[in-house]
C-alpha cells in the first residue's frame, strides 16, 4: 500500500488542522493506521492509532483530548483532526500502516508498521 499524507501548514497556537492520508491499493480496511510526528532534532513519536474497524482508538498522552484520528474505509482515508494547537505540536507529521494485528500497546511503535507515507508538515506559531 501506497500512503500520501497532506493537509499541513503554518497555524496560530489554539488554532486547528486537519491532515489526511490516502492509500492506494486494495483492502484499506484490513490496514490498522497510525500517525506518527518528527520534530527537529527529535525522535519520531507517536500521535495516534486507530484499528482496522475504527473500534479502538490510541493516542499519545501529549494530544489526548485534542487530537481524534478517525477513518473512512470507502475513501481509503485515514484523518488527524488537530485542535488546540500548541507550538510543541510543530513537526513533519507522518502516517503509517500495518496489516498485523497487535495487543494496542504495539501501534504506539514505529517499528510495528510497514509503510509510511512522505510526511506533511505542520507549523505552529506562538
Known amino acids: 500500500v501506497q500512503l500520501q499524507a497532506f493537509g499541513g501548514g503554518l497555524v496560530q497556537a489554539g488554532g486547528s488542522l486537519r491532515l489526511s492520508c490516502s492509500a492506494s491499493?486494495?483492502?484499506?480496511?484490513?490496514?490498522?493506521m497510525g500517525w506518527f510526528r518528527q520534530a527537529p532534532g527529535k525522535e519520531r513519536e507517536f500521535v495516534a492509532a486507530i484499528s482496522r474497524n475504527g473500534g479502538n482508538t490510541y493516542y499519545a498522552d501529549s494530544v489526548k483530548g485534542r487530537f481524534t484520528i478517525s477513518r473512512d474505509d470507502a475513501k481509503n482515508t485515514v484523518y488527524l483532526q488537530m485542535n488546540s494547537l500548541k507550538p510543541e505540536d510543530t513537526a513533519v507529521y507522518y502516517c503509517?500502516?500495518?496489516?498485523?494485528?497487535?495487543?494496542?500497546?504495539?501501534?504506539?511503535?514505529?517499528?510495528?508498521?510497514?509503510?509510511w507515507g512522505q510526511g506533511t508538515e505542520v507549523t505552529v506559531s506562538s
Open positions: 503509517s500502516a500495518t496489516p498485523q494485528l497487535y495487543s494496542g500497546s504495539y501501534y504506539r511503535r514505529a517499528s510495528t508498521y510497514d509503510y
Open positions: 491499493g486494495r483492502a484499506f480496511f484490513n490496514y490498522v
